[in-house]
């Protein structure tokens, strides 16, 4: 059944295949002197494995050179383009109408272009590090070299050169030089020597200038005039031409190519994965699709014991056979109604299971919606929910997550769920903008079964709510800085009363256990910040949902019945205040760093006996390692980091791996270009046959979850 079922997925994925890589504007790959050193990565970073003449590059594909030449030639635009050796050039977009452009970002390297100008109002830009070229119709080129050199040069035409820290803008004209880095931006301009060597390791071996649109070559001049701009361009180098392909080898190629672009899409891993202290062996089809803002990825997985073709061997998330889709004869009723029921959740709880994630946009667009398995769930600012994670013990459980928002012009909303299937924590923030950009918002999660995982109390649910502000000042890719400061706080159900006594103290007439921050986020460049000071009070927890709380929902009631049995105590009339920093930033196609952490303190409470909050991602390129070809990443979250690292106070009896991580990553092996060896280290909590979290003294117990994977197509 499990063969059929692969099949038919296999069928229905690749029309998906077909139309993502079909239609519009792309760019040919016409020339490279050497295949083998010759490197292209798709949008994802997928090494695209086969290459040849004529093959079509879309928007997102990347071409390294390393020690080779390229030329591409823009369809149906005629535009051509030179890559030099050892240059990192991205297709960002194609122009497919007046109102677009052709993108391109030159990371590293040299590029000699020849830019159409027939047809509609033919647009480029290239972009650097630091500038970007803005053209129309010109024989141009640029070189990065990051930190040292950014350069433009024009051998006929006109190009704006902006220089992005500062806005200023050069106009280069015939002959004329400009660089981004040197200590005057200004336009220069060069002599016929310089512009010759400047072109000459970039001259077109096989595409011919003379065809661009709008470069045709003039009728020859009659003796005694202007020769000039004839003598400007540099004498080509004659260059062997490439040798076609035969048609057998075009066919071949074509054939490996697709092969190779549905093994890549299918993403089939091999290996073991430990859960739950047992070691299973897998394999796993995981088909990623990337079209435009829609991401989606699906999670089909085969883990078993010992035997692949034996369902009764094969590992039953939460006691569930996720592949019967309601066949499961355990089903079968006298009462068909029931029967039908039955099947009919089974059928859609199997579905949704294998779904990895489905995503479009991202927080803060028009629209946005994650679905799935998720780490990083915020709603609003983050006072009440920041990167709550459903997906902190994936792959020994798994859930399908809903987080969705629309922003309208002086309307929106978000929501969330942790799990469709069995939804328990949801919430929502609703907001308005009462005048200018001022947001005003009002937010509320809950969760309706906090002590299912422990069996602690009998009747406790968890019910925050808050309020906030968002003014942004400024908005855009280049920077942002927007204003915010949220207020909150929590008030438990029980017994199916809620407890405003926690909020709010009838005796003193005063507000307590909340918590309010002000602060400031956004952009500069390439560098994401957030900078904010937060204030609580009592027992308010800020981030009250956050990566580690799927795991401690059963301790945090236990800690509630504490306090509840004993409000008065002066133990929890404390006021803890602290500074959070995060910041994230990196370099495309090399390596992303994200560091944040939460410094508290309180005039009633030894630091020690406070919960700081780490978090730390790094990831690694393909690439970025010279030495064996490594990469990798990981993350790191937890809670009470500095009490545990030196053992005093909270944190005395706490390790840095237990139920206040959540701790994940991977390490790659290249052993070939279709063929990489990754190790997939993980926490996890450790769950009974029924599914159910073990604790031991009212605390989740960890195990470690390590998967060693063959991964093929990729």
């Known amino acids: 059944m499990m063969k059929k079922i692969l099949f038919l997925l296999l069928i229905f994925m690749v029309p998906f295949l077909a139309i993502a890589q079909s239609g519009g504007p792309v760019a040919l790959l016409e020339y490279y002197e050497d295949d083998l050193a010759l490197e292209i990565t798709d949008m994802d970073g997928n090494p695209v494995t086969d290459i040849y003449y004529g093959m079509e590059l879309q928007e997102g594909d990347t071409i390294r050179t390393n020690g080779t030449v390229a030329e591409l030639r823009l369809d149906p635009n005629g535009s051509i383009i030179k ?24 990371a590293a390297g040299k590029i000699h272009a020849i830019a159409a100008r027939s047809g509609i109002a033919n647009r480029y830009n290239v972009k650097t590090q630091s500038a970007v070229c803005g053209v129309r119709g010109t024989d141009f080129g640029v070189i990065s070299i990051p930190g040292s050199e950014e350069k433009a040069f024009v051998i006929d035409g006109l190009v704006d050169y902006t220089k992005l820290g500062t806005n200023e803008t050069v106009s280069l004209g015939k002959g004329m030089i400009a660089d981004a880095l040197s200590d005057v931006f200004k336009a220069v301009q060069a002599s016929q020597d310089q512009i010759n060597e400047l072109v000459k390791d970039v001259v077109f071996s096989k595409l011919d200038p003379a065809k661009v649109p709008g470069h045709e070559p003039k009728a020859e001049t009659t003796s005694g005039e202007d020769t000039t701009a004839q003598e ?11 040798e076609k392909p035969t048609k057998e080898e075009i066919k071949k190629q074509a054939q490996n190519n697709l092969f190779a672009s549905v093994a890549k899409y299918l993403g089939l891993e091999i290996g073991t994965v430990t859960m739950g202290g047992q070691t299973w062996s897998k394999a796993i089809v995981q088909p990623t699709f990337n079209l435009g803002k829609l991401k989606l990825s699906l999670y089909l997985p085969v883990i078993y014991s010992t ?45 949704f299971l294998k779904i990895r994630y489905v995503e479009w ?65 949801f ?3 609703l907001y308005f903008r009462p005048f200018w950009k001022l947001a005003l918002g009002f937010s509320s999660v809950v969760d309706i079964n906090p002590e299912n995982a422990d069996k602690i109390a009998d009747s406790t649910k968890f019910v925050t709510t808050g309020a906030d502000l968002d003014l942004p000042i400024m908005e855009n890719d280049f920077m942002s800085f927007i204003l915010f400061s949220d207020i909150a706080g929590m008030m438990p159900v029980q017994n199916g009363q809620l407890n405003t006594d926690t909020l709010y103290d009838n005796t003193t007439r005063t507000f307590r256990n909340y918590g309010w921050n002000a602060g400031v986020f956004g952009n500069i460049l390439f560098i994401d910040y957030n900078l904010e000071y937060r204030y609580f009070d009592g027992i308010f927890k800020p981030a009250f949902f956050d990566s580690s709380y799927e795991r401690l929902r059963g301790m945090y009631v236990d800690d509630l019945n504490t306090y509840l049995a004993d409000q008065d105590n002066p133990v929890y009339k404390t006021v803890t205040m602290g500074i959070y920093g995060e910041a994230g930033f990196g370099m495309e196609d090399m390596f992303s760093v994200k560091l944040g952490y939460m410094w508290p303190w309180s005039k009633d409470k030894n630091f020690m006996d406070l919960d700081d909050e780490l978090l730390v991602k790094l990831e690694i390129l393909p690439d ?10 990981v993350s790191y979250y937890r809670t009470k980091f500095i009490p545990t690292l030196l053992k005093e106070g909270t944190g005395a009896d706490l390790s840095l791996f237990d139920a206040n991580t959540v701790l994940s990553g991977e390490l790659v092996y290249p052993v070939a270009p279709t063929l990489n060896l990754a190790a997939v280290f993980s926490t996890s909590v450790k769950t009974d046959d029924s599914g159910d979290i ?6 989740p117990k960890v195990v470690p979850s390590i998967t060693i994977e063959t991964r093929l197509g990729y």
Do not use: C
Request: aromatic content about 10%; overall charge negative; proline content about 5%.
């Open 83 to 106: 890559l030099a050796n050892d240059t990192v050039f991205t297709i960002e977009q194609l122009q497919r109408d007046a109102s677009g452009s052709n993108d391109f970002k030159l």
């Open 232 to 242: 400007s361009a540099p004498a080509e180098q004659n260059a062997p031409e490439p």
């Open 307 to 351: 035997d692949l073709f034996d369902p009764d061997d094969w590992y039953h998330p939460e006691g569930n056979n996720e592949w019967s889709f309601g066949t499961d004869s355990s089903f079968a009723s006298s009462d068909k109604a029931d029967e039908w029921s039955a099947r009919s959740q089974d059928f859609i709880n199997d579905l």
């Open 361 to 425: 946009g991202k927080q803060r667009d028009p629209f946005f919606f994650k679905v799935g398995n998720l780490n990083d769930m915020t709603l609003g600012h983050g006072l009440i929910m920041k990167n709550f994670a459903n997906d902190a013990d994936f792959p020994s459980i798994r859930r399908v997550g809903l987080e969705l928002g629309i922003d309208g012009s002086r309307i929106g909303f978000e929501t969330v769920v942790n799990d469709l299937a069995d939804p328990e924590i």
């Open 427 to 429: 919430g929502g923030r």
């Open 624 to 633: 970025t390692i010279p030495v064996l070809g490594l990469y990798g990443s």
């Open 694 to 699: 073990v604790y031991v003294n009212s605390r």
